[in-house]
């Protein structure tokens, strides 16, 4: 029968170092497997939140020059729209000078006394047409009376000798301000229908009948328009 020994302090001691830098080396190993498993898990997860920050950095970044492109649009389109009212304005401002002009001119016609005349005979004879009534009153300047006698004589004349119907033209003392450039208002049926033949009056008309045309031919036509008929 085998005796068993018990080991001395130095053996014993030999086994406790044994066992230690068997458990030490175990605790390394297990520790170098934990390490590398962090460093993947790690590496792995900063792939991630990289990639992730990289999108939205270029999310941002796509936005931001989106946002860049709309306001260079809107920067673009309100210059443009400056320049176009600026434009537009500085159009106004040569018709005005154009009808300002013209409005001076034709202060000036009662100066020419036979062309006047002539003027005001056609301007009482039209309205007479217009108004295609037995009985008119003619208001006009109190300096204009007697030229304003010789229209409605004139007038007279013709709307009978042209419609057979009889004419009775009465020149009211309700006069027109001198400061007007001439011409005469004419009423009929008790002044229910009136028509306004005073030079200004008249340079209304041709103005809003020759604007378009007179844009065209200042400035051209718009680039923008298609159809002329």
Do not use: W
């Not at 005349?117 to 009376?145: F, N, P, W």
């Not at 009211?172 to 200004?200: M, R």
């Not at 809003?208 to 036509?221: A, K, N, T």
């Amino acid at each position: 029968m085998t005796t068993v020994r018990a080991l001395n302090d130095d053996e014993v001691f030999n086994e406790m170092k044994k066992m230690v830098a068997f458990i030490k080396q175990e605790a390394l190993e297990k520790a170098r497997e934990i390490k590398v498993k962090a460093d993947e898990e790690f590496n792995i997860e900063k792939a991630k939140i990289v990639r992730q920050e990289s999108l939205n950095i270029e999310a941002v970044f796509e936005r931001k020059i989106k946002q860049a492109e709309v306001q260079k649009r809107i920067s673009q389109s309100n210059h443009i729209n400056k320049a176009r009212l600026r434009t537009l304005q500085e159009r106004e401002h040569v018709l005005d000078d154009l009808f300002e002009e013209t409005r001076i001119r034709v202060q000036s016609l009662s100066s020419d006394e036979g062309s006047y005349t002539e003027l005001v005979k056609g301007l009482v004879l039209q309205g007479a047409y217009t108004l295609m009534e037995s009985d008119i009153v003619v208001r006009c300047r109190e300096q204009d009376t007697d030229k304003v006698q010789v229209a409605a004589e004139y007038a007279k004349t013709e709307f009978e000798n042209t419609l057979k119907i009889p004419l009775n033209v009465t020149i009211s003392d309700d006069y027109l301000p001198s400061s007007n450039a001439g011409g005469v208002v004419l009423s009929g049926l008790n002044g229910k229908i009136i028509v306004d033949n005073t030079l200004e009056a008249r340079l209304e008309i041709v103005k809003d009948d020759m604007l378009p045309q007179l844009r065209v031919i200042l400035f051209g036509h718009s680039p923008n328009r298609k159809f002329f008929n």
